[in-house]
């Protein structure tokens, strides 16, 4: 017989670990699910629009009562759990409804918190908590017209923006001189108080509720100061809190709310909890994307799985109120060894306020133009060391070199819903909108696995995320801090570079049993990674795996739509000859070559091979004494250079030569991702050295170093690191320029994002400050390229890996 | 297991293609075909799999992905496919011909009637 499984809380943190649970595993559990409510699971983060009239209580529908009865779930729908008695492993419901468990799941959320003044239970004074709230609140919206909200919270605010809409007259009453005092600061709540009152809210502030006057209904609200104000609707919205009544009465142990361990247990080891209901060292949570990040941990342990571990979320908050933006996340009022870094623009509304400490985010207030709220609140998880953003910061993400999309970042809201917002995939705004109300989608990477947008270049996953958060009303689940290499592990990618050291594992198998991946082998994301950062710590030592490489490594060319391959010779510093050239020419006739192409990498692209002809045509290309250009790998691909002093006659330096020496050290070198450099003869920069991963600009005085540009997806002008005097030094910097960022960046992080991750000062402490460190760097380069300079197509051309291009057999 | 056990019977072309050994575990090979191209598959544990050499997405040559798992990523746009049955991953949609292989003694045997999942096998 299958355990049963009970989940007490038909609501968004339950259901989410009910469908995770059954996203692994579908059939360990018979699973009972009640709820107070006579309805199937909706989202509750909705009830603001459903409130104002831009949705129907049909359209925040996410698990109807037909899908319960799909999924072999049991549902008690409006059945409140009145008991657990533990001893028997079972939980009753006030109709006297019950089920046994051997496990148990406990969401009951939270209840608003009425404050204790006389007339609190007279008719006409509702709480915001539930759609049966807001069908009060609507109907009171049709007969009455006077309605008075208690609490200038974000609930509050909600509610009132809501009534107003619906016509009628409302006033805003708060204890506090300052409305969201745990989201806003004073300058913050001052535009969004403004902004209300231009809507036609009233506010008093700073006044505390006595009383609540009426017999038969509300007829008006009384104040400590003895002043009146009439109403026809009171609505409480001072706070909420965790609902712990049930588990309590079972002797669960609760403080604010359930305590539960970091696997969402309670002390009862077989009574889980999450969501609003609970306490996690010392936290409780009411917004969704904790609660969401609580139902993987949860789902994972109920699916015994046991490794998951939740630690706890960084939140953020936004306003759901049409045509107000507002955002709010970490520490924002300055303490003690805080700066704050502020733009305030009153004519437009805007208004932005990043909180730093040691020079990382802390805290961000925004109102008016909130589109770089997910962006800071990124940094700020990640602890991202912003003194180099500093300057830009409050200007936003689009103010970093972001060329390539630095215009349509606009306001998402506003775009036509034929906007294309995915370039790669061709997935345009009203693609993306529709998926996430119709299939229900909370989080990035669900966006990604049902429309692809932002699933190949990555570009435009800022974009995404705001239309997530303006579809969702801004409460949507952000992407974790702690973001694990794949799904096929809980590890970080700096986690398992580490313990790859640390612990001397030196082959994938002996990572994915140590480390206990999830999956039996991996997965294309997984195992690449770990070939690179095994073969980035074992130089010499490990035996590259082909099978954990993508195609065009494993057969050294790159693959094209038709499944044919292209060939791109190394053609030094782009600098070639005649005969060169001839022998090219005559390979690509020899071969029947269809396309081709000069690159942007001063190089020749030869398209359309056949996979079996590559190695003979390798052979050929070797014999005229060509090597590998590496156009296809995750490695140096081109230095590319202008003709310098030689000929320029601005030519400051031999910049070709310095070129050539420079690709001579690097090539062969396997990196976390494609890696470009360039030398240009003087500072006019022919060679566009300053958007390379690492590029040098000849001066009369020497030469000058910059690292991180890209030309790619997102334009990014290079950071200067330093000058130089001689070509020597020149080597000698990139060699550790090249080492520390194959040794530390992520797999598939560029230069450009890891130089913004790791910060610039980093990078010059490492390759410049630190003589020793430089060289030392510089010599595991060296040493490393012992090996990689092996040119693979000469191998192959002579019989290495023949399987590879060949077919198995031939049938008919 | 029913559907594959009737396969076996009902297929009766079966043509040996090879030693196991020579499929790279976790890879592929490609055994040209007059109707196309089969990519027959190898994983970690031997299990062997035959599909048509044709992405259901972007027809991309499934033989050049990366096998892991009871899968295979798409060279061309990572599409994963069930080696199994042929068919997407969800949520894509989409599903590449079967064609039944077998092992036995070290060698490979494939039967070049393709199935498409969802299909009854019964006559």
């Not at chain 1, 790859?500 to 690449?528: F, H, Q, T, Y």
Request: one cysteine or more; aromatic letters at 6%.
């Amino acid at each position: 017989m299958k355990e049963r499984l009970v989940l007490v809380g038909n609501g968004m943190a339950g259901m989410r670990a009910i469908e995770e649970l059954l996203k692994i595993s579908s059939d360990i559990y018979d699973i009972a699910v009640f709820g107070a409510e006579p309805h199937g699971n909706y989202n509750r983060i909705m009830l603001s629009p459903v409130l104002t009239g831009e949705k129907k209580f049909p359209d925040i529908m996410l698990n109807d009562i037909a899908w319960y009865a799909e999924n072999g779930i049991t549902l008690h729908a409006g059945k409140e759990v009145e008991r657990i008695e533990r001893g028997s492993r079972k939980v009753v419901a006030r109709d006297g409804t019950s089920a046994n468990y051997d496990r148990l799941l406990l969401a009951t959320g939270s209840v608003p918190f009425i404050i204790p003044v006389p007339g609190k239970d007279l008719p006409g004074v509702v709480t915001f908590r539930d759609i049966n709230d807001v069908e009060a609140m609507l109907g009171a919206a049709h007969h009455h017209k006077r309605a008075v909200v208690i609490g200038g919270g974000l609930l509050g605010l909600e509610a009132a923006n809501g009534l107003l809409r619906q016509g009628m007259d409302v006033t805003v009453v708060h204890l506090l001189d300052t409305l969201m005092e745990r989201q806003l600061d004073r300058a913050a709540a001052d535009l969004l108080k403004a902004a209300l009152e231009e809507r036609g809210l009233r506010f008093l502030m700073q006044v505390q509720t006595e009383a609540i006057l009426g017999d038969a209904r509300v007829r008006a609200v009384r104040f400590r100061d003895g002043t009146e104000i009439a109403a026809d609707l009171v609505v409480m919205a001072v706070g909420i809190r965790p609902n712990i009544a049930l588990a309590k009465s079972a002797g669960l142990y609760c403080e604010r709310g359930v305590v539960v361990s970091d696997t969402m247990q309670t002390y009862d080891p077989r009574i889980y909890a999450l969501g609003e209901c609970v306490q996690h060292r010392g936290q409780t949570y009411g917004l969704v994307a904790p609660l969401f990040e609580q139902a993987k941990v949860c789902a994972n342990h109920l699916a015994e799985l046991g490794f998951a571990r939740y630690t706890g979320s960084m939140s953020s908050t936004k306003l759901k109120v049409t045509g107000i933006d507002l955002f709010s996340a970490g520490d924002f009022q300055s303490a003690e060894g805080c700066e704050e870094i502020v733009l305030k623009d009153a004519g437009r509304g805007v208004y932005k306020k990043v909180v730093l400490k040691n020079n990382r985010i802390c805290g961000a207030v925004m109102y008016g133009d909130t589109l770089d709220g997910s962006w800071y609140f990124q940094l700020m998880r990640d602890s991202t060391d912003v003194a180099n953003l500093r300057e830009k910061l409050l200007f936003g993400q689009a103010h970093l070199g972001d060329a390539g999309h630095g215009n349509i970042r606009s306001r998402v809201a506003s775009m036509l819903d034929s906007t294309e917002i995915c370039g790669c995939n061709g997935v345009c705004k009203g693609a993306i909108v529709k998926a996430i109300g119709d299939k229900k989608l909370f989080t990035l990477d669900e966006v990604r696995a049902h429309t692809k947008a932002s699933s190949s270049c990555g570009s435009c996953t800022g974009l995404v995320e705001a239309l997530l958060a303006s579809t969702l009303g801004g409460d949507y689940s952000m992407t974790p801090k702690k973001r694990p290499m794949c799904t096929c592990t809980d590890h970080a990618h700096d986690e398992i570079r580490s313990a790859i050291l640390d612990l001397e594992m030196k082959s994938i198998r002996a990572v994915m049993d140590r480390l206990e991946w999830k999956s039996p082998d991996g997965c294309n994301k997984c195992r690449p990674a770990l070939n690179f950062y095994l073969l980035t710590a074992w130089p010499g030592e490990y035996v590259d795996d082909n099978q954990a490489r993508f195609i065009n490594e494993r057969a050294h060319a790159n693959i094209q739509r038709d499944g044919s391959y292209s060939v791109v010779p190394r053609i030094w510093g782009g600098e070639t000859t005649p005969a060169q050239l001839k022998a090219i020419a005559e390979i690509a006739e020899k071969y029947r070559v269809p396309t081709v192409h000069i690159t942007g990498g001063q190089r020749i692209d030869l398209l359309g091979v056949v996979k079996e002809n590559l190695p003979a045509m390798w052979g050929d290309l070797s014999a005229a004494g060509f090597v590998s250009g590496h156009a296809y790998g995750k490695a140096i691909r081109t230095v590319k250079t202008c003709v310098g002093r030689n000929w320029c006659r601005f030519g400051t330096q031999d910049s070709t030569a310095v070129g050539i020496d420079l690709e001579k050290m690097a090539w062969g070198a396997w990196m976390p991702h494609k890696v470009k450099l360039a030398v240009s003869g003087c500072p006019r920069n022919c060679a566009e050295a300053t958007i390379k991963d690492f590029g040098v600009v000849c001066v009369d005085s020497g030469y000058e170093l910059h690292i991180g540009g890209n030309g790619g997806v997102k334009v990014r002008v290079t950071d200067f690191l330093c000058g130089v005097k001689t070509p020597h030094e020149v080597l000698e910097y990139c060699a550790a320029f090249l080492q520390c960022y194959r040794e530390e960046a992520h797999y598939l992080e560029r230069t450009a994002p890891w130089v913004e991750r790791v910060g610039l000062a980093y990078v010059r402490q490492r390759v410049v400050e630190d003589e020793s460190g430089r060289k030392i760097l510089a010599a595991r380069f060296r040493y490393s390229q012992q090996f990689a300079q092996v040119d693979p197509w000469a191998e192959r051309a002579k019989g290495v890996d023949r399987h590879e291009f060949i077919p198995l057999k031939r049938v008919g | 297991m029913n559907t594959i056990k009737k396969v076996m019977q009902i297929a009766d072309d079966w043509t040996e293609i090879g030693a196991l050994d020579e499929i790279p575990r976790q890879g592929a090979r490609v055994v040209k075909c007059a109707s196309g191209d089969i990519a027959v598959f190898r994983t970690l544990n031997d299990e062997v799999f035959a599909l048509r050499d044709c992405c259901p997405h972007q027809g991309g040559p499934l033989s050049q992905g990366m096998v892991h798992g009871r899968e295979v990523t798409c060279p061309l746009h990572d599409w994963k496919i069930h080696l199994d049955t042929g068919i997407a991953v969800a949520p894509d949609e989409g599903c590449a011909a079967r064609y039944p292989v077998r092992v036995k003694s070290g060698r490979v045997f494939l039967s070049l009637t393709a199935q498409v999942a969802g299909t009854s096998t019964s006559p």
